[in-house]
């Protein structure tokens, strides 16, 4: 029976494997509650106030000293993890790259898990004679990355939404979808619009039902 073998899939980039498995792995998520303070009352008042990203807490251990490069060094290996705390080559998405990682490609709560690096320490403890590192521990975190419509239809699968056009205005789209331009506030207010005239083309609106 072949051993479970972590691998961390990037964006626009080949999964690779995890040489060493972790022991053991952690998964934190907060939820947040907002509470009001009545002086008549024996406890505040408790409202939910939404949920808190998942994070995803790994140690990992690299050793290249039975390695047979010529000059084995455990930074060819660690690298991989430290390209994914670089923002991309790419204008459109100015961030590190979503990765995706998952243990021996099952499906369960903890894995896959879909975040970006938001905590990375390397720390090398064995070295060759000519100074190159051998042996590393690695903490990494990865932090919860949910597309929004995705999230919302999880919540709500009869959530509406619309994808804003080149040239569109939040009226047009009340009309189209309202059929009362007049309603466009209720489109801005559910989607933190301020300035109704700034809709770039491809923003996915989230449609309130009325």
């Not at 934190?28 to 505040?44: E, I, L, T, Y």
């Not at 060094?73 to 991989?80: A, G, N, Q, Y």
């Not at 490609?105 to 975040?115: C, K, L, M, R």
């Amino acid at each position: 029976m072949a051993l479970a073998k972590l691998s961390i899939k990037p964006e626009d980039a080949d999964e690779f494997d995890v040489r060493f498995n972790p022991n053991t792995y952690t998964i934190s998520k907060q939820v947040n509650w907002n509470r009001s303070n009545d002086a008549r009352a024996n406890a505040p008042t408790v409202a939910f106030g939404g949920g808190g990203a998942s994070e995803l807490s790994l140690e990992l251990f690299f050793d290249v000293t039975e390695s047979s490069a010529k000059r084995p060094d455990v930074r060819d290996e660690t690298d991989d993890l430290v390209f994914l705390t670089r923002i991309m080559r790419d204008k459109e998405k100015p961030r590190p790259p979503i990765c995706t990682v998952k243990w021996d490609g099952n499906s369960t709560a903890d894995f896959p898990f879909t975040g970006l690096v938001s905590s990375l320490t390397q720390r090398f403890t064995l070295f060759h004679s000519s100074g190159r590192p051998l042996r590393a521990t690695l903490n990494v975190t990865f932090t919860e990355f949910l597309s929004r419509t995705d999230d919302l239809l999880e919540t709500d699968p009869e959530l509406t939404t619309r994808t804003v056009r080149r040239g569109d205005r939040l009226s047009d789209i009340a009309a189209e979808l309202y059929l009362d331009p007049a309603a466009w506030r209720v489109i801005a207010l559910a989607n933190q619009i301020e300035n109704p005239l700034l809709l770039p083309a491809g923003l996915v609106l989230t449609i309130p039902k009325r």
